[in-house]
């Protein structure tokens, strides 16, 4: 017994020499023994999840400790102060078949560059589909290695049965922050002098926060990691869309947890809608229905809206009302070019279903209000507001949903897709109510590749998009029913710090001089994007000239290497890097973009092409019933939660059949 | 009439093509006829302003229009949809002197390089002290050039004179962003699993808000005018504190507005008390008491908190109860190198007046709360809490407030000045309540010279002196009476982008090289300023370990050229370029800042050596009675609207006697 106990001494100072940082062996898991939920996981009463058990015996490395690998690990579940019973008595399930594997990681970036990875040997056990229905704490319990023991608290939250709203809208402005929304502010509005002479519609909403955006292993999130916490309550790893992140190869075997779309509409029957100016596959609306550790997995994405989890017994699902969003090479037939689960064709996937097909604006306008839709309006991403209002010769760059290669010339934006999907929800759900997630991706997209232009264009068409379904929820008497919510899933490190007079910058020929065409304090002036143009639009509220001789003096802290004339980007969105040899991953500024500007050296790694999320806390905004849960500062899985106990979602006891 | 219509049309035209922006004529005034305060300005009932009219003859430049400057301009005011009376008969004053002075500006940066001015030739007017009680909209007019005319409409805002709060605690970060919160939470708080084990006292506030910052003729703004717009409800330009900026050359003739501290102390007799870890003269706390166009007035500063304005007419102030920071340079003798107004002894004046005069954290602590206070400690800013609890041989590089060149190593941090200046402001004031403002002004400092980690101890150091504020008011049965709010001044464009592995990077001889060890997204992993390292404080919530191997990827996009690597600048606040020939102005980055890191080209013009504000909107935290006027998002000014209104401020008569 002696041994084993100075063996878990050691093992306590390896796991802390491994300071786990730049990689990590397993993110949740910095002793040998690792539980799915982990410590501190937070559940939704009655809501599902599956666990997965892990013992990791390192080969190499300084974890190694030469043992074998622990097969007979026991796992055990206490409620409160009560005994811990086995899980399979706790639960009432059958115990599940061990599973093995191996896996590789590096300890740092010197044994990278040495290529001298440590591998781990892995035994393993996971249980699927289970619920708690009791609130409190409890105690969950790894025992491994003759005595090494991984304990996690659990805790499902207090039961808050009774529904207080029948719909929920939370649109998500991707990595948007309260910085970005002050710039569009600046450039959307009008100010004279230092009064707004109209707001912003997220600027009138009663009720303001801040959710903590991280990961659960990394203090930087990804949009998918990041969605999963808005959705289920769960934070965890980056690329994960609703599981916890185990160490197998799989991507569709680790520990799932239930979506607010999912419990939703197995509880209530209650109808779904997912908007996106993103490819659908992508990781924001995926969040709702998928569950892999790799959301790159884009055609199981598709498939999971169409007909939920088919590998493990989960949640009964049958595809929401509305899918709207781009993406159409996920959908059109492989034969087209189509890149999609199984080989099948979604279009006809979903026609089967009873879905009507929408391929463009005109005929998404007029789709009856009565029956399910999918709207697929371009190949990859949906083109950008700046392009489908001012720069309209763009559109030639985009790709048609139909797989014949011509340009998708006439797409709708989020407005026209948001609005319809309420039509539709509204239509269909009844009593039943209906949740409607509606993003405004290239938000995201557009600061990645430095276009702040584009960015904040799309920002403002999201708040028009806000401020066009509080309006039409007001006509038909809904908005009392219906709690709003606006936030974002992450941020990316911008600001504005000036303005730059770019007829200055120019005509100087030297870097140095360049930069004195930055005004700084006083000399930032005032926005010229409202004072000077003549650009109208059917929407209110943009700029009336994308292109004043006074523009933002703003930018990302961490990006590649570019050039920067702080202009708008005239020919469609920006490419601020390219690499010197095609393949090569190393990125320089290139004189095609930014032409006339400043050489700036990036920060980033040099195989980076774009900016970089950031730490920063983002901002929700709420309005209806339950807005009070919305205050203050929060973790983003408060989120979940709140949506959820608004929806009165909570569940003491079992399901009697399903 | 024709010519003069035809001229009038012809300004018209000017004025939209000298689009001001990183120079302007005169902020707030776009036609030749300027009123201040001008269109749009908000007032509390009773609250005194100063009025300035201004008319312009450019004589040469773009606006020059051949016409000599108008002597026999008009003002009138009308109320509602009154009939407009002249300003001697609507408010009851004097007729004013005409002055006359002339200025130059520069049309742009062009017509600077090339040194051509615009000469304005000026007649103007001035009425002072005056007040509006009537709730209502005004309308004031500016006749000019014999037809041309300027209006501005005003806003008394309605009237609320309950008063709802006993005392009023306005923190301030300086300079801080929700993106700082988030760092500073990320490095002072530990976290399992993605949930903070313990919460930062703001995070803890239960109503959350956004202030916008914008001068009113920049979108960027510095600490004098947002100072002055908290504490005014009129916003201003850059380095204005209490007045708006005319364009004479005086720095303390221009038209004044009544501070939160003025009103207060000459309606109610409350006491008000003064702490910033700045220099006394600075800005934030100058803006309370001090009205001029030049915040670079340090003497006149710190003679106006002790005998309050004494060139005009104005409030009567018998001085702050509670005087607490640095800058021992405008206070001690000149003949110890002091630099004051009227070569006054300023620890002697204030001693004179019955305050007891403080050096050191000592005595600081052991004085009596029944005296009025002035404490001064250390000469400039005062030293940064990483210094006072870290690496504390830096504190020799302060210098004592005696004025005797010995270092100042008996320093109080904002905790202890905050907490004796609530003890003295509870014990004198009695049932008259106070008014508290209380700044962390190095956040703002560190951030400007790129000094994160000194930034960030800073923010924790405020957190921390709230929590201790918040806790004794508590205990003093005092919390339920009190406003407590937390806010910002502006921003910088800072964020945290990931982590940096800096034993990697000094490892690596090649810029793009140290680029590898920069990790994003899932490669940040978890903070080590908690899980490694042993240091301990008196107090809580502040990192464990402040250079840990793997740090944080952080800092501003707009900067300086400089070095980065990343790590705590153990030596003293950070200095991050130099010139190359002394007096030149021209910034590099040195081989002694940021060693072994990376060079980063900055953005700014290179006569900058240290970062600039940007524009974010800044969080308010707000707990106590009237918490409920702090939610959403709103402009700077409301602050002061909502403690106003919280203190019952707004008076719809004039006093009776004065």
Redesign the interface.
Known sequence: MSSFKAIGIVVALFA?SV??????RL??CPTLGCILP????DFLAGQYFDIRLEVHAPKNGSEAIGLLPDEKFTFTIAKGDGAPKLVTEFLGVQESKLENWTFDWYE???AKDLKTPSIVDVRSKAYRRIALYEPGEYTATLNYNNGSSTKATWLVRDLVEERKAKNIILFIGDGM???M???A??IGHK??????QSK?Q?????????Q?T?????????SANSASALYTGH?S???CLGVYADSSKSPFDDPKVETIAEIFHRLTGGHVGIVSTAFLADATPAGLTAHTRARSEYGAVVDSYLNGITNYTWTKWGGPDVLFGGGAEQFYSPALGGVTYQNKTYYDEFAKKGYRVLQNRTSLLAAPNNERALGVFSVSNMAKWLDRNVYRDNLNQSLSPAGDKKPALDQPGLKDMTLKAIDILSSRSGDKGWFLMSEAASIDKMMHVLDYDRALGELLELDDTIKAAVQKLNETDCLKETLVLVTADH?????????V?TR?LA?QNV??KK??????????????YQ??GNLTYTDSNFPKNWD???TL??????DPDHR?NWSVHKDGPRKPAAELVNGSS?YYATSEDGKGG?????????N?DQG??????V?VFAMGPCQEKF?????S?DIFFGMAECFGLARGTPPKKE
């Open positions: 802390s300071s786990a940082q730049t990689f990590q993110g949740t982990p410590d501190q996981a740092d970036l010197f922050t309260t910085n929304i002050t710039a502010r600046l100010s004279i002098n230092g009064k707004y912003m997220m600027d009138k909403f009663p009720v303001l926060g801040h903590m991280h990961s659960i292993d990394s203090f930087i999130t990804d934070k790893t980056v690329n941020g990316h490190g911008f600001d504005v710090m000036g303005s007079d200055y005509a870097d140095r930069r004195n065409a930055i005004g700084t304090y006083q000399n930032s002036g005032l926005s010229q004072n000077t004043p001789r006074y003096f703003q930018g990302l802290m961490a920067e190393d400043l050489l700036l050296n990036g920060t980033l790694p040099v980076n970089v999320h950031s730490l920063t806390d901002p205050g203050g500062v929060y973790n899985v």
